[in-house]
């Protein structure tokens, strides 16, 4: 009993980590309906700048979220501007562009840093949390508590502001809303840029734990995938509680069955929900099919 509930804590610390990562991915997949794949980069951008300013001015990484967020949200904007509005008429062609500006990303930053690996020499990396007889890593509860904090303020957000409640409805019906005189260019340029400034904060949040190199973003994107699919489409909540149903499974079968397959274990899962389930746990039935009815 004992052994489960040390498994479960330090599952639902690794769920907040990748629940932190996907909120992002969600809010664009479930409004704008397109797989962002460089999603991941964006998480790099916001560790490599959480880097600068600790490294150049000194700023502690948890402060420096106030600059490398909204410094990400406008590149965010950028992206959605520059490259995926002009291919609104060609959904397909938004996902390839994404997955380009993956590889344009990465193969920069290589360029530019000749992949030498960074990592912010902070005492807070090696911090313990005693909690009873288990010592958890600080920097991963301050993770999960803040993952739960931007997610209740993102769905508070999207409740209670008119701004909010006009992403939700372009989430629902895109014609509908445009009908109703809500600009749904702009709500997708705003989306996106929230998106991307969540990303941007997930990497501030998790510099003090990984080593920062070009590819670091690949670690968290399958996994962000499959939360998005497990929580539902555009959910805020689902990204959570998906994050930590793949974090508790991960670290589940990583104990119990093998470290090796713990990644394949969460990915049967994310197989089985797309097939019951395509909506997700929190999903609206029928929301997954929104984008495609109102492309033809």
């Given at each position: 009993?004992?052994h489960?509930?040390t498994?479960?804590?330090?599952?639902?610390?690794?769920?907040?980590?990748?629940g932190?990562?996907?909120?992002?991915?969600?809010?664009?997949?479930?409004?704008?309906r397109?797989?962002?794949?460089?999603?991941?980069?964006?998480?790099?951008?916001?560790?490599?700048?959480?880097?600068?300013?600790?490294?150049?001015?000194?700023?502690?990484?948890y402060?420096?979220?106030?600059?490398?967020?909204?410094?990400v949200?406008?590149?965010?904007?950028?992206?959605q501007?520059?490259?995926?509005?002009?291919?609104t008429?060609?959904?397909?062609?938004?996902?390839?562009?994404?997955?380009?500006?993956?590889?344009?990303?990465?193969?920069?930053?290589?360029?530019?840093?000749?992949?030498?690996?960074y990592?912010i020499g902070?005492?807070?990396?090696?911090?313990?949390?005693e909690?009873?007889?288990?010592?958890l890593?600080?920097v991963?509860?301050?993770?999960?508590?803040?993952?739960?904090?931007?997610?209740?303020?993102?769905?508070?957000?999207?409740?209670?502001?008119?701004?909010?409640?006009?992403?939700?409805?372009?989430?629902?019906?895109?014609r509908?809303?445009?009908?109703?005189?809500?600009n749904?260019?702009?709500?997708?340029?705003?989306?996106?840029?929230?998106?991307?400034?969540?990303?941007?904060?997930?990497g501030?949040?998790?510099?003090?734990?990984?080593s920062?190199?070009?590819?670091?973003?690949?670690?968290?994107?399958?996994?962000?995938?499959?939360?998005?699919?497990?929580?539902?489409l555009?959910?805020?909540?689902g990204?959570?509680?998906?994050?930590?149903?793949?974090?508790?499974?991960?670290?589940?079968?990583?104990?119990?069955?093998?470290?090796?397959?713990?990644?394949?274990?969460?990915?049967v899962?994310?197989?089985?929900?797309?097939?019951?389930?395509?909506?997700?746990?929190?999903g609206?039935?029928?929301?997954?099919?929104?984008?495609?009815?109102?492309?033809?």
């Amino acid at each position: 009993m004992e052994h489960i509930v040390t498994v479960l804590v330090y599952g639902l610390l690794l769920g907040g980590v990748y629940g932190l990562v996907s909120i992002g991915l969600n809010l664009i997949f479930g409004v704008v309906r397109i797989v962002n794949f460089a999603q991941g980069e964006l998480v790099m951008f916001g560790m490599y700048g959480t880097y600068v300013a600790h490294a150049q001015f000194g700023i502690n990484p948890y402060l420096a979220v106030l600059v490398v967020a909204p410094a990400v949200g406008l590149l965010g904007m950028a992206i959605q501007r520059l490259v995926i509005q002009p291919l609104t008429a060609e959904p397909n062609m938004q996902i390839f562009a994404t997955f380009g500006l993956l590889i344009f990303f990465q193969n920069t930053v290589l360029a530019l840093t000749r992949g030498q690996a960074y990592s912010i020499g902070n005492s807070a990396g090696n911090a313990v949390v005693e909690l009873g007889d288990l010592k958890l890593s600080a920097v991963r509860v301050v993770t999960l508590v803040a993952t739960t904090v931007i997610t209740i303020g993102l769905h508070l957000f999207l409740a209670r502001t008119m701004t909010g409640k006009s992403i939700r409805a372009v989430t629902q019906d895109k014609r509908a809303a445009r009908t109703m005189g809500i600009n749904v260019e702009r709500t997708y340029l705003l989306t996106f840029g929230i998106g991307a400034a969540l990303a941007g904060m997930a990497g501030a949040l998790l510099t003090p734990m990984y080593s920062i190199t070009p590819g670091v973003g690949g670690n968290f994107i399958l996994a962000a995938f499959a939360v998005v699919v497990l929580g539902g489409l555009g959910s805020v909540w689902g990204a959570y509680i998906g994050g930590m149903v793949v974090g508790v499974v991960e670290v589940f079968a990583g104990f119990y069955i093998d470290p090796a397959l713990r990644s394949a274990v969460w990915f049967v899962i994310f197989l089985i929900v797309l097939i019951v389930r395509p909506s997700g746990l929190m999903g609206q039935v029928g929301a997954e099919e929104v984008g495609f009815r109102e492309q033809h």
